[in-house]
């Protein structure tokens, strides 16, 4: 008897410790950790769906909740093509007159998926201008400029050392030292200069505070394009600095014994208590730089910097 109580007292809290795991929020009423793990081709699919039908009376199609619909249909264990399937399942459900939230509009899980990928994807998609032309679309930039090669593989959560055992919380992109460095999103730049870790680096955090990026390893001597600095205010798609090899020094401007690559790290904040310390969250980059690919601005060298030409300009709603 005892042994059976054991177990169901075990099973029991297994229960409890996994829900809360899956669900991730808690009593304090903020969400405690994100796994996005969406497909490029999902991202890209659901993307194209987006654009089709903005602004469309009969088709009520919205990014972030297409993804939370499938997150909850797949217990966030996403296959391409079963998926991609779902997806377009959902558009004729969507084309009869229904509406995304009618499938799982009070779930528990949907309402937190939702909340995660308004939280990482809120200015990726949207209205924007180029040369005085209104369009919609992707906006946020690939941090590599067209025309630059990289090469990249799913790194995100492998261990690393450098001598600083901890897990890899970012995404690294491997390139030519000196290629221009792309701002993704725009925002304000919170952290500058150097790292013991990331070397030459650059923090910048999005106009709504929810996001923030991180750009590191910068070249060795110029790391910065001139201007950027603690407090500038960055617009998507600007020329914030150059690819290069520094990090893993306490001695600043020291290069490391490794391929040039950028590190890039982005971080969910939902309350201000996530921004640094135990409690951060740290998104994979891996599918969402392969979706960024399909916008690259287009870069000219200046006088002391590149710069970048015919940027996507947001408009507010
Ligand atoms: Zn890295």
Redo the contacts with the bound molecule.
Sequence with gaps: MKKIRFIAFFCVTVIVLLSGYSLKANAEGYIKWVDCNVPYEILLNAYEYDVKYYGSEEVQFDFAEALAYLAVKNGNKYQVKKDLKALSDLVHKLKEGKKISDFYGDNKYYIYYVESYRAIFAQFIGEYSVNDTRQYGLKNYHPFPKGYWYNHYDDFGASRSYGFKRK?L?H?LMGSIGTPMIAIEGGTVTEFGWNKYGGWRIGIRSFDGKRSYYYAHLRKNKPYAEGVQKGSTIEAGQVIGYLGVTGYSRKENANMGCPPHL?LGMQLIFDESQYSGRGEIWIDMYHITKFLSHNRVEVKKGETDYYSVNVKKTISA
């Design positions: 890899h970012g690294d590190h």
